[in-house]
T-cell receptor, first 114, second 107 residues
Framework: DGGITQSPKYLFRKEGQNVTLSCEQNLNHDAMYWYRQDPGQGLRLIYYSQIVNDFQKGDIAEGYSVSREKKESFPLTVTSAQKNPTAFYLC?????????????FGPGTRLTVL | KNEVEQSPQNLTAQEGEFITINCSYSVGISALHWLQQHPGGGIVSLFMLSSGKKKHGRLIATINIQEKHSSLHITASHPRDSAVYICAAQGAQKLVFGQGTRLTINP
């Protein structure tokens, strides 16, 4: 079955540690996105990539890093520079060739920094 | 003021009631998305529309481009409709999200 997978679903880390969140898609989508969701707030864009080996900062990129070495994969690293990393992280991808950019979402990773 | 505003923020209704969730936006858009987020956190795309009205089962989405306003309606609501409903405005390269409407349908 085609889809987007994120792992793990729950992640706990100690303050000061870097952590990498996985996002994989087998939908052959060109564009991929990382969002952060905090309680009572809308999703906010962290980084996005429209093509392999290229990515752009979103609205809240500070303290995060990404890579896009393969079309299928867009991992997000939450670094120790991120001041408030505890949040729900969602990955999404967009099919190429569509007139409007319908987004397909993964199940999310809930990160708790202790 | 947020670029995308939803109302109400919370809505509780009885099974069978007709539900309306509103979304107003202040940015120029190419499309407006309605998404559904279940308690586990996963998000599903319900509608993407740029004009008029779309219907899927008991769900109806409308948009008025001139007034920069969209509505999501649920007819004959059911407890399984309980979720957070999110509208998002499609800009040039990204979505701008509303804060979501938490809907609870009681049996």
């Amino acid at each position: 079955d085609g889809g987007i997978t994120q792992s793990p679903k729950y992640l706990f880390r100690k303050e000061g540690q870097n952590v990498t969140l996985s996002c994989e898609q087998n939908l052959n989508h060109d564009a991929m996105y990382w969002y952060r969701q905090d309680p009572g707030q809308g999703l906010r864009l962290i980084y996005y990539s429209q093509i392999v080996n290229d990515f752009q900062k979103g609205d809240i990129a500070e303290g995060y890093s990404v890579s896009r070495e393969k079309k299928e994969s867009f991992p997000l690293t939450v670094t120790s520079a991120q001041k408030n990393p505890t949040a729900f992280y969602l990955c999404a991808s967009v099919p190429s060739g569509t007139p409007y950019n319908e987004q397909f979402f993964g199940p999310g990773t809930r990160l708790t920094v202790l | 003021k947020n670029e995308v505003e939803q109302s109400p923020q919370n809505l509780t209704a009885q099974e069978g009631e007709f539900i309306t969730i509103n979304c107003s936006y202040s940015v120029g858009i190419s499309a407006l998305h309605w998404l559904q987020q279940h308690p586990g956190g996963g998000i599903v795309s319900l509608f993407m529309l740029s004009s008029g009205k779309k219907k899927h089962g008991r769900l109806i989405a409308t948009i008025n481009i001139q007034e920069k306003h969209s509505s999501l309606h649920i007819t004959a609501s059911h407890p399984r409709d309980s979720a957070v409903y999110i509208c998002a405005a499609q800009g040039a390269q990204k979505l701008v999200f509303g804060q979501g409407t938490r809907l609870t349908i009681n049996p």
